[in-house]
């Protein structure tokens, strides 16, 4: 079992609509939690980190966390083209690295 | 505020030259740096984690004597591939904490050998 798993997608999503993005983990004893953005060609951006149970708001962005599921998932709401990238979901045992899933690609649709 | 800068951004040599990569934090001081490689369509694979000061510590599998890392600084860290061959042609991509604080990446580097 891979320590972080994602659905490679691609996941297809109207414009407008809300993107959901999921992530589970292996590691009961993981602390931080984060989903980074990544464009083609480009390198990972942060754009959330979650450490607690329950969610966390930013603009257009939710990260909700459930440590008891072992499952840490992204919202993006009001879609837009521009979102359309891989997501990767990065988790911490509180030791200082961090292991990546495989990437959801998703993909906004006009 | 956390701005990671890598250079170069993209490197084409031929099989046998070593390329360093540098690696700085522009606005803050990173205890910690970490070094990624990524290959077409899959996800980034640690290579190995730097402390300031301290001996890089490897990923298993990643030979320390062919990819050398020096963290000179708190803003500095180097990747230096020696005697690179096709096969060392990647995206390698480095990171840069300030404990506790998230990782950030810099832009990468593309580097291609003939």
């Known amino acids: 079992q891979k320590e972080v798993e994602q659905n490679s997608g691609p996941l297809s999503v109207p414009e407008g609509a809300i993107a959901s993005l999921n992530c589970t983990y292996s590691?009961?004893?993981?602390?931080?939690f984060f989903w980074y953005r990544q464009y083609s060609g480009k390198s990972p951006e942060l754009i959330m980190s979650?450490?607690?149970?329950g969610d966390k708001e930013d603009g257009r962005f939710t990260a909700q966390l459930n440590k008891a599921s072992q499952y840490v998932s992204l919202l993006i709401r009001d879609s837009q083209p521009s979102d359309s990238a891989t997501y990767l979901c990065?988790?911490?045992?509180?030791?200082?690295?961090?292991?990546f899933g495989q990437g959801t690609r998703l993909t906004i649709n006009p | 505020g956390a701005v990671v800068s890598q250079h170069p951004s993209w490197v084409i040599c031929k099989s046998g030259t070593s390329v360093k990569i540098e690696c700085r934090s522009l606005?803050?001081?990173?205890?910690?740096m970490f070094w990624y490689r990524q290959f077409p369509k899959q996800s980034l694979m640690l290579m190995a984690t730097?402390?300031?000061?301290?001996?890089?510590?490897?990923e298993q599998g990643v030979e320390k004597d062919k990819f050398l890392i020096n963290h000179a600084s708190l803003t500095l860290s180097t990747l230096t591939v020696t005697s690179a061959h096709p096969e060392d042609s990647s995206f390698y991509i480095c990171?840069?904490?300030?404990?506790?604080?998230?990782?950030?990446f810099g832009d990468g580097t593309r580097l291609s050998i003939l």
């Open positions: 606005d803050f001081q990173a205890t910690t």
């Open positions: 990171s840069a904490r300030d404990a506790p604080l998230p990782q950030h």
């Open positions: 590691d009961r004893v993981s602390q931080s």
């Open positions: 990065a988790v911490s045992q509180g030791a200082q690295k961090l292991v």
């Open positions: 979650i450490y607690s149970n």
């Open positions: 730097s402390n300031e000061g301290s001996k890089a510590t490897y």
